[in-house]
Nanobody, 128 residues
Framework: VQLQASGGGLVQPGGSLRLSCAAS????????IAWFRQAPGKKREAVLC????????HYADSVQGRFTGSRDYAKNMVYLHMNSLKPEDTAVYFC??????????????????????WGQGTQVTVSS
């Protein structure tokens, strides 16, 4: 089971970026997928969690209204759409899952402890 985040880069404040999370070894459509981020010198921070089966998405307050998540079932991909980016969004972004046990985002998804598969992250830098 492997996850790989990609699509990061340098973007100006107010800009947009789409990150992708690809899976190997399992199908994403039956798993809850969460995005987290970590900035240098800071703790890991939850971004959002997408439940499987259309059972909703949970957002961290810091990204509510600016970030959304989506799935492409045909491509076995999950996306993080980031709009109105701010310098404080600068971080390495990770996707995470537990394909065996977690299909719906739990009430404490933001802790990250529900997920046992973590992909390599992708760097997002928001700067003018």
């Amino acid at each position: 089971v492997q996850l790989q985040a990609s699509g990061g880069g340098l973007v100006q404040p107010g800009g947009s970026l789409r990150l992708s999370c690809a899976a190997s070894g399992f199908t994403l459509d039956r798993s809850a997928i969460a995005w987290f981020r970590q900035a240098p010198g800071k703790k890991r921070e939850a971004v959002l969690c997408i439940s499987s089966g259309g059972r909703g998405t949970h957002y961290a307050d810091s990204v509510q209204g600016r970030f959304t998540g989506s799935r492409d079932y045909a491509k076995n991909m999950v996306y993080l759409h980031m709009n109105s980016l701010k310098p404080e969004d600068t971080a390495v972004y990770f996707c995470a899952a537990d394909p065996v046990s977690v299909r719906v985002c739990g009430s404490r998804w933001y802790l990250g402890t529900d997920f046992d598969s973590w992909g390599q992250g992708t760097q997002v830098t928001v700067s003018s």
